[in-house]
């Protein structure tokens, strides 16, 4: 049985994520995605799943560093998981005796319509995470009369739904990825994303342009990408990349290719199915058998053949 460390604690949106993704693995709670990742690198844990973008909040930036810094990991599977919260509650308490809201600053934002309708004059208290502040409400004791967290949480710290789905948006999700040490890839499935890092060499004009480039020329399109600081001062960034396709496939690999003679460094994250299951549009070209074909034909050039 696989042991698969995830962001705790118990209760949190990256348990249903794990259960869903992993469902009979030995589930491992740590505190942060930092000592969730850490797990894999020092072999406490076979894997983990961690958040990595929200369609609402957008990209969870402590994830993306982890991934640029430390030892490498792989992303080897991924799933977009609803975002629904709950106002979760000791038993026999109710709207009137709330008084004080306890949970993520995720959810304050993404519960603001509800917190204003219904709790106007709650103060409400950021936690360090939704499952957490579950916890803690149910703590004999505790200073906080209710919870916003997922229903799971509730389930676990024996918490009653006072309110249902009370997000602003009812389309709400996060992407959450299952992580591994570096090892075999998943195969090709046709509806495939690619992840990686890249270092700029150097900061000039265009650089930025330079490396898009490498995608566009071959028909790769990007799902995402996200600058983030490299700490050795103002205006230096390395970039995060998602991609359409996989590295086995010939147009993906070249891009990639393409990007390591440009750039100072490329962190391959991985190339994993995708949760959607949406499959590419290829571009007349940009097919394997193009390349193949391509790369036939230069051969036969260089040799002299007509």
Known sequence: MPKIAYLGPEGSFSEAALRALTPDAERVPRANVTAALEAVRAGEADGAVVPLENSVEGAITVTLDEFAWGDP???????LLPVEFSLLVRPGTGMPHIKRVYTHP???????NFLARELPDAVVVAAPSTSGA???????????DAA????????????GELASRIGDRDDTVTRFVLVSRPGPLPEPTGADRTSLVAFLRDD??????????E??????????????????????????????????????GEALSGLHRLCSDVRFLGSYPRADRVAPQLKHGTGDSDFAEAADWLARMRTGEV
């Open 215 to 252: 995608f566009a020329v071959r028909g790769v399109n990007l799902t995402r990408i996200e600058s983030r600081p490299t700490g050795d001062g103002i205006g230096r960034y390395f970039f995060h990349f998602d991609a359409e396709g996989h590295i086995a496939e010939a147009r993906v």
């Open 204 to 213: 000039h004009p265009g650089a930025l342009l330079e490396m898009l480039s």
């Open 148 to 159: 916003i967290g997922p229903a799971i949480a509730g389930e676990h710290y024996g918490l």
């Open 73 to 79: 990991l792989l992303i080897v599977a991924e799933l």
């Open 134 to 144: 579950a916890q803690e409400v149910s703590t004999p004791g505790s200073p906080y």
């Open 106 to 112: 995720a959810a304050i934002t993404q519960c603001r």
